[in-house]
Structure formats: structure tokens, C-alpha cells
């Protein structure tokens, strides 16, 4: 199913070390105009409903597919914890891959422009993200301290200029804002034109949206905490798929001292989904994401949580306990939350071995 | 001693409600850049140092001018707390005004332009960053919600986008960064070129390095705790004097449910201070911080602290019981904290009187 690719770009960051994972109903005409850029990678196409439909690859991109059925083939009963018709299959991809980082972007986005005209390299800019230290433990005011022609400024302790490693880089969008149902019903025409040239940390106890859209992280340091949960076919909510990937990353990257970064790079994000079809899909999550919130800025994980997997299956029971009673639906998320790590480590027998040592004094 | 002022640019904000607090020890030239934007406003100048030396100020500019004499005078014995040949004797202007609002700015900040070439009013964006809510239960990654042309992302709780009342606005500095001695050491010509077009709350629990070169805050909300601590003369140590109020400050917004935002506006930091003088001054700041942080990152305030008095109070105690190990200087400290307390009140009988009101939730 592979085919090879054509060399392109001066050597390109990361070749064999990043797998890009798109989930798509569609042909893949998007990848056009990233061909500059994303030629020279590896891609994982998750194909996202009917599995009879061929999805079309433009030339000369190297890449595995995988519909439904291989799914329901790799993974057997634990296909399970995929969704099914929702962009959040795309996680089946992070499970599937061998690398070591994944940048994941929706086929609707394409390739902005800095303030200056100049085309932007978002996976050049993620693998930098990727690359530097976060600064969890203390803001600093002049953004990204890693960055050149920046510092960490007067008053930062000095103890804390080492940083920790990064384990996620959430880009931004220019035109289309990822608003939320309401929202986009209220403010239709509203555009993202701004153009903020930073990146920063987000400090440790603090959570965040993060979207699926735009986004890098290091599969080995936090991966098997990128799960998309249950939404789509069967399910009874949608468009929450990355938010709740993102609560549970935040939380265990807090407990184990890992970074999360957010900012640059844009993607140009050309067209807004349906606020009709989406408030449908959102609306009981708008209602639940109001217990959920309180409920991840509480979460304690114990100290005896030293991988991201022992943190993961602690969540699933703190889900199950506290957030089953909100609605059935989280305890058969919990259940699910289980099944992907039980999927995940049979894909990946050599990490589920590997313990992440717990940095000193970073947990809560 | 006041000039009245001509009237200038049309209908400037907050005009008869805030003070522009300026420390100096020279001739105040540096106003006529800023003439268009501040002329409008009433100046409280804190003269540093030797309170013979005559400090100009160009004509039209209504103010009022302190020199240590008059402190003395004002406070009595209680002048102790106001620190000497050191620019932290600015927080006695935040003690005198009369107004809701302050803004305080060094006299070698000059006027920045934004990335199209147009003079940046430092001030009005100040005011604007004043005037809206702060979001520091939750980070939008849009960055302000409140701004034109933004709003909150999809995944944003609905109960958290009210937001919190903006007790502190910290401005940012185009040119020279406001780096530590060892740092400027390092990178002599480092300049910060970076136009970063945002404004963002810093998170609940999350400390910053405050900087009072480019400073607005509210008065009534705030004020009691932006006590410039013990620096210059006499003192073991100086440069941590807006650092020690940014820590107090954060503390007590976190505890009192108000905001805290950073960004812009910038102003152009003309010339970097001596660096050597600066490590005299900082050395035991860089030592003692590695204590600090973790006192600040710590202190639990109880919920019968109801005001900034009370909080302050509280953790004037606080410092005292933890810090005084550390160095004596703190246990000085910790009594010029009540001292402090103890002449705002006596300068401002009816604001001693108002307590605030817990809002709900907000306490830790």
C-alpha cells in the first residue's frame, strides 16, 4: 500500500522519527499544497466511515491506509474502543504508528501565511515545539524562553530554566476559529485574522481546549494518553473527542512533569463545519463538560502512577467512580479507556515494559 | 505644586479616575514623548533619593511631586516602609492617590510603535486590559476571549466565560528585555524585537515575574498588596522589589477570584541598566528566590481573609513563620508589611473600612 517518495525539501526534521495521521471520509486533495512540506513523511490515513469507499492519495505521498475493516481485523473485540463515523478514529493512527513523534491535521486545513506572506512550515514549527523544553512551573512574560532572540526574564528562578521535556505542541488556526456550536450560530462571519508570534507553556494545573486539528505530540513520552473516546455512530455526543484527549494529557503531563505547548504554528483552516449539525452532536457534552471540568482539576493521580499507562487506567477509575453518575455514558467510557490501553499495549509490547521514571518533585 | 493640564487628545479614558505613579531621580523629559497620550492624566512623582535635587517636569503636565522630606512628613514613623535611593518608592504614589485605577512607568520608557509603524497609547491598552474580565480557571488558547475579533474556543466550560474582574494589567518592553544581571552579562545585545499581538490571563495558581517599568492596576481592587517591599538603601538587596509585589499580588488575586493579564501594551525600554551594579543588587535575590518561589507556589490563605488588607496581614505572618529562617531580612520584611498595611489605612480611612467580597468559589 505504500509508495515510495520522491525526495523533496532540504533535509527535512525528523523523517524517520514522525508519522503524520489524518482521518478522512474524502480524497485527499489537501495534501497538494502541503506536498512541500509533508512529501518527505510517512502518513497514516485512518479512513473514517463506510470502508467500501476508495479514498484517493495524491502522488508520490508514501502512506498506509486503514478503514473499518482493518481495524476490526488488527484490533478484534477491542476495535471496540475506536468511534466509529467521527474524526476521533484518527487516534487508531497514534496506535498503529512506530515513530516516535505523530502530527495529526484534519483534511480541511491547509497551509497559512505569516504576516509577512510566507508560507508556513507548521510541521517545521511542531518539531521545534516538540524539541525545546516546556516551562511549566512558572510563566514567563516573554513567551517561549527556548526561542531564539528570547530569555527567560528577570525574576524566573534559575532552578527552573532547565525546563522539562515537551510532550505536545497544539497549533492554532488562521480564517476559521474552532468555535464551538453556539458560537459559530452567534458569530457566523467572525475570522480568525490574527497572527500571534508566540509559543508558550501552559503552566502545570492548568487545563486547556486542546483541538485535534493542528497537533503534534511525542508518541513515546504521552501517547497512550492521547485517546479520542467514544463519539460518532452510537454514540451520544461528538466534537469532544480531542477535548477530553487533551483533559486527560494535561492532567498526566502534570503528574509526570511533562510540557504542554501551544501557539504557533497556524494552519489556514478553510471551512467551518455545520453549527446546526454540530450544536446536535455537542449539546449533551456543553451540559456534561460542566461536571467534567471541576472533576480533572481535582484529579490527584498517586505517586505509584510512573508510566502514562498506569496513570491512564488510575483516570478510567476515577471516571468510572466520579463521572458515572453524571451519565451512564462515562462508565462506558471507562470501560473503553481500558480497552485502548489493553489495544495499545498489545501494539506496542516494548513500551508498555518501558516505566517512565517520574521526575523529581513533580508529582502533584 | 499641580499645573492644570490643556486639554489634549479627544476624550481619553478613565481621565479623572486614574494616576500615572512615576519614580525618578532626574529631569522628567521623557514625558514629552509621551505628551499626547498622558497629558490628560494626573502624574504622582516619586522623587528617589536625595530630596534636595530639583526634578524638572515639562509644562503642562499636572502633578503632583514627593521627594523623601514629604514622606517622611506624610508617614511619620511609618515612613520606614518606603525604601530609600531605590525606585521601589514608587508604591508610595499608590498610597497617596486618591483614584481608582494606577499606572506606573519608568523614566526610560519611551513610546513603542506596533509592527505597522503606528505609536502604541501604552495607556489606553492598559485601560482596556483593565476594563474586561479576566479567564484564570481556564486557559483559552485564542488567547483574550474578551477582544474584538476573538472569543472563547470550542471546549471553553459556558459557566467560566463571565470571567473575573482585572485587577492588574502588566505591559510588555520592545528593545531592551527586562532580564536579570547574569543574564544581560550573557547577552549584552540581546534586543526584544518580538511584536506579540496578545493579551492573556495568567492562570489561577500560576506565579510571574512582575515587572513595574509598564504597570496599570486597579487600586480598589488590588492596591493594598502592591507593597514595593525593602530595596536600596540600607537593605541587602534590591531588583526584587516589583517581583516581591507581583508575588504577594497573584497570591492574593488567585485567593480573591480577580485577574491577572500580561501583555500588551509595549513601550520601548531605551537603555539597559549596568549590569554589574545589578548583580550587587540581585545576588541575594537570585539565592533567596529559590526559597521564595516555593513559599508563594505554597501559601494557602484562609477564607476569613476577606480583603487584601486581611490577606496581606495573613501573609505578612506567613512570611515571618517561613522566611524568617532564611534571612533576618525577612523577618524585617514581614513587619514593614504591616507597617504598609498600617499607613494605607491611615490614607485611606474609607477604603480600610469596605471589605471584599469573597466571590464564590474562588477561595483555595
Not at 116 to 129: R, S, V, W
Not at 249 to 272: E, F, N
Amino acid at each position: 500500500m505504500a509508495t515510495a517518495s520522491a525526495s523533496v525539501a532540504p533535509t527535512p526534521l525528523l523523517k524517520d522519527e514522525l508519522d503524520i495521521v489524518i482521518p478522512t471520509i474524502r480524497n485527499l486533495d489537501f495534501l497538494e499544497q502541503w506536498r512541500p512540506f509533508f512529501q518527505s513523511y510517512h502518513l497514516i490515513i485512518v479512513q473514517d466511515g463506510d470502508p467500501s469507499k476508495v479514498i484517493k492519495v495524491p502522488e508520490g505521498f508514501d502512506y498506509e491506509l486503514y478503514n473499518r475493516n482493518d481495524i476490526n481485523k488488527i484490533l478484534g473485540p477491542k476495535a471496540s474502543c475506536i468511534s466509529f463515523e467521527d474524526s476521533a478514529c484518527r487516534c487508531f493512527g497514534y496506535m498503529v504508528s512506530k515513530k516516535k513523534y505523530i502530527y495529526t491535521i484534519d483534511d480541511d486545513c491547509f497551509v497559512a501565511k505569516d504576516p509577512t506572506g510566507k508560507e508556513i512550515n507548521a510541521l517545521e514549527q511542531h518539531i521545534k515545539n516538540l524539541l525545546s523544553p516546556s516551562s511549566p512551573f512558572f510563566f514567563n512574560t516573554l513567551y517561549d524562553p527556548y526561542r531564539e532572540g528570547a530569555d527567560f526574564v528577570r525574576g524566573y528562578p534559575f532552578s527552573l530554566r532547565e525546563g522539562v521535556p515537551t510532550a505536545v505542541s497544539h497549533g492554532l488556526w488562521l480564517n476559521i476559529p474552532d468555535y464551538d456550536a453556539p458560537t459559530q450560530l452567534v458569530k457566523p462571519l467572525e475570522r480568525n485574522t490574527r497572527y500571534v508570534d508566540a509559543v508558550m507553556t501552559i503552566p502545570k494545573g492548568t487545563l486547556f481546549p486542546m483541538c485535534g486539528m493542528n497537533l503534534a505530540f511525542d508518541r513515546e513520552l504521552i501517547g497512550p494518553a492521547m485517546y479520542f473516546g467514544l463519539m460518532g455512530d452510537g454514540q451520544p455526543i461528538g466534537r469532544y473527542d480531542d477535548m477530553w484527549a487533551g483533559w486527560c494529557t494535561k492532567v498526566i503531563c502534570d503528574h509526570l512533569g511533562l510540557g504542554v505547548k501551544t501557539g504557533l504554528p497556524y494552519i489556514w483552516h478553510s471551512k467551518a463545519s455545520n453549527p446546526f449539525v454540530n450544536l446536535k452532536k455537542e449539546y449533551k457534552g456543553i451540559y456534561w463538560q460542566e461536571e467534567l471540568i471541576p472533576f480533572f482539576q481535582s484529579v490527584a493521580l498517586p505517586k505509584d502512577c510512573t508510566s502514562v499507562q498506569k496513570c491512564y487506567l488510575e483516570l478510567s477509575k476515577q471516571v468510572k467512580a466520579k463521572l458515572g453518575k453524571v451519565d451512564d455514558y462515562f462508565n462506558k467510557l471507562a470501560d473503553a479507556m481500558i480497552t485502548w490501553i489493553e489495544a495499545w499495549d498489545e501494539l506496542n509490547p516494548s513500551a508498555a515494559a518501558a516505566a517512565v521514571k517520574l521526575p523529581n518533585g513533580s508529582s502533584k
